[in-house]
């Protein structure tokens, strides 16, 4: 019998992700650890220098799952398509990066069969300090510590915080998508 190794779907995706950002030809490697229980890691992006001094972010993935948000009844209020809910967590000192992902269907309506490139994601890049800011402020509006946090949006194009903010000022988190940051993830494995 043949041992079998599996990978979370967010983890494949981001894996392949990182992958094109961060190309082979360029001396960067996608690792992935072999052992589920690699307390605070869940992929690995490491810089082969050709003087043989290596460098290694270490990153921690979170996913949401997307519900599709209600219209709202007024036309004053703004509602976005999709939210998300993640647990708050403890951000472990392990990870140097934090991957919050979110996966959602183009079109909600559609009822014929899809595959996969039907699907969209995105996902925000965070460091440990502005995750451990993050985990501090994720407030009720009565100012108890949350037990979730979210994000709302209608594609990739503006993501918003809605959930775990006390003042409920839909901050704009836009600039720590994946796409925004890999010049951060670059300046850090090559200092």
């Known amino acids: 019998m043949e041992p079998v190794f599996t990978l979370q779907w967010p983890e494949y995706l981001l894996s392949q ?31 082969k220098r050709p003087d043989s001094k290596s460098r290694v972010a270490l990153l921690q993935v979170k996913a949401s ?43 909600t309506a559609r009822t014929k069969r899809v595959d996969a490139a039907w699907y969209r994601h995105w996902t925000l890049v965070f460091t440990l300090a502005e995750m451990g800011d993050l985990m501090a402020s994720c407030l009720t509006v009565g100012g108890s510590p949350d037990r979730m946090f979210g994000f709302d949006f209608d594609t990739e194009a503006k993501v918003v915080q809605t959930r775990g903010d006390q003042k409920r000022r839909q901050i704009d988190y836009t600039d720590h998508l994946l796409s925004n940051r890999a010049a951060l993830l670059k300046t850090f494995l090559d200092t």
């Open 17 to 47: 992700e990182l992958a094109t950002l961060f190309p082979k030809s360029k001396h960067y490697s996608v690792l992935v650890p072999t052992s589920r229980q690699e307390k605070g890691i869940d992929l690995a992006l490491v810089c």
């Open 65 to 107: 799952r997307t519900y599709p948000l209600q219209p709202p009844k007024r036309e004053s209020t703004k509602r976005y398509r999709f939210g998300t809910w993640f647990n708050r967590f403890d951000p472990s000192p392990d990870a140097d990066f934090f991957l919050l992902f979110c996966m959602y269907p183009r079109d």
